[in-house]
Structures are given as structure tokens and as C-alpha cells.
């Protein structure tokens, strides 16, 4: 954790009151912006809040995807907190969504994530991490298509999960949506993150995988 570091949820004090997408201000509880360390090697990026973030403003909190995404990260060290904690501890991470608003009847549209996408390029460039997992197809999709080289159309969540993929300074380590990962995947992500932290990541950023 930073030692300057004053706020865990969004220490970078973005609008909470944005109105950039007027069909979703009446459909949202709040704005989710990130929450964790500014100080963070990893970052998690998700695609949209679901209805738990929605009501604790906290990304991956309060529903069946945070308590799974929360749980990944305590077997990596990452949470010091029980994986239905509103409030995670978290150390060296980062968690964030391309979109910030929820609808709770259809995914963000493309206007919409361009309307959310100096939110997250600021974070990207405040936080500047070694490592970003995009959570799911979506955010592998907006990630990949920003911040890598290789064609989105080579980029696929089931067959990326676990892996590194290079990116512009630093690496990708796609994740299936926790909710939907089969106990080997977890595994597998659990492992291959692993190692990763094992690993001289800092100085060898963006010279592995593709």
C-alpha cells in the first residue's frame, strides 16, 4: 500500500456524479470507479458492475463474482479479507471496470465504454501496473484492443485464461469470469498468477508471451 495513500475507493477522487451516459443515470445506484492500491504491480479490470458493486460502490463486492474473485486473490496472498467483505484489504491490487454504471437489463454499449474510457486510461496511467488481468470476454476485448498488439480477433478468453500475453509495457493475464470458471481453471489461474509473483515480473515485463 502506498504510504501517502489516503482512500481505497476511488483515491483519485474521479466524478462520482458523471451524467456522460444519460440512459444510465436512472438505472444506476452509483458510480463504481476503482478501488486498492495506487500503488499496485496488478491491476483487475471487470467489465461492468453487477447489482453488488452497484449497491456497495466497491468493485467485485457484494455479489457472487466478488466473493469469487475475492477468494482467487486471498490464495494468492492479495486479500487480507474474507471473500464477502464489502471493504477488502487488499495489498499490491487494483480493482476496476471498463464501464462504471450498471444496467440491470443489458450490457454497456460501445458509446458507453467510450464514455468510460478516459476513467480507466487514467487509472492505467496513474497506477501504471506491471501486470492487468482483464475479468471476462469484454474486458479482454477493450483491453486488448488499447493497450496490445495482437489482433482482437486472436484473443479469446477461454483459450487466453492463465496466460501471459505482452502489452504495451507491461502484460496481460486473462481470467474467465470467476462465476463461470470450472474448479481446474481456478486452479489453473491460481498457479499460473503464482508463478508470475514468483517471478523477476518487474524487469521482464512485456517481453514474455506474444
Given at each position: 500500500?502506498?504510504?501517502?495513500?489516503?482512500?481505497?475507493?476511488?483515491?483519485f477522487g474521479?466524478?462520482?456524479?458523471?451524467?456522460n451516459c444519460p440512459?444510465?443515470?436512472?438505472?444506476?445506484?452509483?458510480?463504481?470507479h476503482?478501488?486498492?492500491?495506487v500503488?499496485?504491480?496488478?491491476?483487475f479490470v471487470?467489465e461492468?458492475?453487477?447489482?453488488g458493486?452497484?449497491?456497495?460502490?466497491?468493485?467485485?463486492?457484494?455479489?457472487?463474482?466478488?466473493?469469487?474473485?475475492?477468494?482467487?486473490l486471498?490464495?494468492l496472498?492479495?486479500?487480507?479479507?474474507?471473500?464477502?467483505?464489502?471493504?477488502?484489504?487488499?495489498?499490491?491490487?487494483?480493482l476496476?471496470?471498463?464501464?462504471r454504471c450498471?444496467?440491470?437489463?443489458?450490457?454497456?454499449?460501445?458509446?458507453?465504454?467510450?464514455?468510460?474510457?478516459p476513467?480507466?486510461?487514467?487509472?492505467?496511467?496513474?497506477?501504471?501496473?506491471e501486470?492487468i488481468?482483464?475479468?471476462?470476454?469484454?474486458?479482454l476485448?477493450e483491453i486488448g484492443?488499447?493497450?496490445?498488439?495482437?489482433p482482437?480477433?486472436e484473443?479469446d478468453?477461454?483459450a487466453?485464461?492463465?496466460?501471459?500475453?505482452?502489452?504495451r509495457g507491461f502484460e496481460?493475464?486473462p481470467?474467465?469470469?470467476p462465476?463461470?470458471?470450472t474448479?481446474q481453471q481456478?486452479?489453473?489461474?491460481?498457479e499460473a498468477?503464482?508463478?508470475?509473483?514468483?517471478?523477476d515480473?518487474?524487469q521482464?515485463?512485456?517481453?514474455?508471451g506474444?
Amino acid at each position: 500500500m502506498d504510504a501517502n495513500q489516503e482512500e481505497l475507493s476511488n483515491p483519485f477522487g474521479m466524478d462520482e456524479d458523471c451524467r456522460n451516459c444519460p440512459a444510465l443515470c436512472e438505472t444506476r445506484k452509483q458510480v463504481v470507479h476503482g478501488y486498492g492500491d495506487v500503488g499496485a504491480d496488478f491491476l483487475f479490470v471487470g467489465e461492468v458492475p453487477g447489482a453488488g458493486p452497484d449497491r456497495t460502490g466497491v468493485p467485485f463486492t457484494g455479489d457472487e463474482t466478488g466473493r469469487a474473485l475475492l477468494s482467487i486473490l486471498r490464495r494468492l496472498g492479495l486479500c487480507g479479507s474474507e471473500p464477502d467483505s464489502e471493504e477488502p484489504r487488499l495489498g499490491n491490487t487494483f480493482l476496476t471496470y471498463t464501464a462504471r454504471c450498471r444496467h440491470p437489463g443489458r450490457a454497456p454499449t460501445d458509446e458507453e465504454l467510450g464514455n468510460c474510457e478516459p476513467y480507466l486510461n487514467a487509472e492505467i496511467r496513474m497506477i501504471n501496473p506491471e501486470i492487468i488481468v482483464p475479468v471476462g470476454e469484454r474486458a479482454l476485448e477493450e483491453i486488448g484492443t488499447e493497450y496490445t498488439t495482437t489482433p482482437v480477433e486472436e484473443l479469446d478468453i477461454v483459450a487466453d485464461h492463465a496466460s501471459r500475453i505482452r502489452g504495451r509495457g507491461f502484460e496481460l493475464m486473462p481470467m474467465i469470469d470467476p462465476t463461470e470458471q470450472t474448479d481446474q481453471q481456478t486452479q489453473a489461474f491460481v498457479e499460473a498468477f503464482a508463478e508470475l509473483m514468483a517471478s523477476d515480473y518487474r524487469q521482464t515485463k512485456g517481453r514474455r508471451g506474444r
